[in-house]
């Protein structure tokens, strides 16, 4: 039975609550499906996974973070093939320029005309390689497309398409020859998912892979096919934004973000823009999860990723080692849970 179609399907009969139950069981089968498609070129990184199913879901974009080496570019190839998406991976170095990212006007001295050649960002899924190796006017380069799905160049703004989804991954601040990414590039980001480097039992496992023949630039040889079309997608989506959430749910984000924005660890909170990323993705989070209500745990299983991002250290809380997931959990320890 085809995954697309199946996952596409809405219950034509019943009332609307039980097609919309129908539904989201459904969107916890994909996610099922699509761990085990992953799962064929990736070993672990499940909670990555989910991370950038439920960002995708939610129409954001995802930073991933991690040393090189630990299959970030694999994971954005895998999930583009698991979606029939089309693939651009850009490598951002320091000499990049904006125009080599949305693309040029080129004279035609045949009709003294200038024609638009468009760039790598016109694409389905595009994976921004290092992108904190690029100086910042380049990292800007993206910020029109990531908000608005659209890019405008001489005046022309040309649409990216509603499945367009940046995967920018990034080497650890400290390593040589990066540059920090702006607090505006930043909030732009659905969530920072942390990439680590796999257990040894999981190593074992790759390395046997490897040994059998496993080759991360051919998927089709390895299974990673399409489990999902576009269309199927987007009725996904729809499903996902009906996911109730109550007034007291409602609270409980805008305290865990207000929280931030008090936090004696922080000189800067989170943005309504994080408050608007909690929301949707604690639907998503429940919709991967068989339900079509959200629960408190959605909200918090979320945070960490969330909002990590989105918050500016105070020098002092730096110097005494808290990290971005520990402002972030001592921000969320400080607000009642909502029974």
Request: hydrophobic share 45%; net charge negative.
């Amino acid at each position: 039975m085809g995954a697309g179609p199946t996952i596409a399907a809405v219950t034509e009969t019943g009332d609307l609550s039980t097609a919309h139950a129908a539904q989201v069981g459904r969107t916890a089968q994909l996610r099922a499906r699509l761990h085990e498609v992953l799962g064929r070129a990736i070993v672990g990184q499940q909670q990555v996974i989910d991370g950038m199913f439920i960002a995708l879901l939610c129409r954001g974009h995802v930073l991933l973070e991690g040393v090189p080496g630990t299959a970030k570019t694999l994971m954005a190839r895998a999930l583009a093939a698991a979606l029939s998406a089309r693939f651009t991976r850009v490598q951002f170095t320091p000499d990049l320029l904006p125009s080599d990212i949305i693309g040029t006007s080129v004279y035609r001295a045949a009709n003294a005309s200038f024609e638009f050649r468009p760039g790598p960002i016109f694409t389905d899924t595009l994976l921004a390689d290092e992108i904190n190796r690029a100086p910042a006017k380049t990292q800007a380069a993206l910020l029109e497309a990531m908000e608005e799905r659209q890019v405008t160049s001489d005046g022309v703004t040309r649409q990216l398409g509603d499945r367009f989804f940046v995967a920018a991954t990034q080497n650890p601040v400290e390593y040589e020859g990066t540059y920090p990414l702006p607090e505006a590039q930043l909030d732009r980001f659905f969530f920072k998912l942390e990439v680590s480097v796999p257990s040894p039992a999981d190593e074992a496992v790759l390395l046997r892979r490897f040994d059998q023949g496993f080759d991360p630039h051919a998927l089709d040889a390895a299974g990673v096919s399409a489990v999902i079309d576009e269309n199927a997608l987007l009725a996904v989506r729809r499903e996902v934004a009906a996911v109730r959430v109550g007034d007291e749910v409602l609270g409980y984000i805008a305290a865990i973000v207000a929280a931030t924005r008090t936090s004696p660890d922080l000189s800067l909170g989170a943005s309504p823009r994080g408050s608007i990323a909690l929301l949707q993705g604690a639907k998503a989070m429940a919709a991967v999860q068989g339900r079509e209500y959200v629960v408190p745990d959605d909200v918090k299983e979320i945070c960490i990723p969330a909002l990590r991002h989105r918050m500016v250290r105070r020098p002092e809380a730096e110097i005494q080692g808290v990290s971005e997931i520990a402002a972030v959990q001592r921000a969320l320890g400080r607000v009642p849970v909502p029974r």
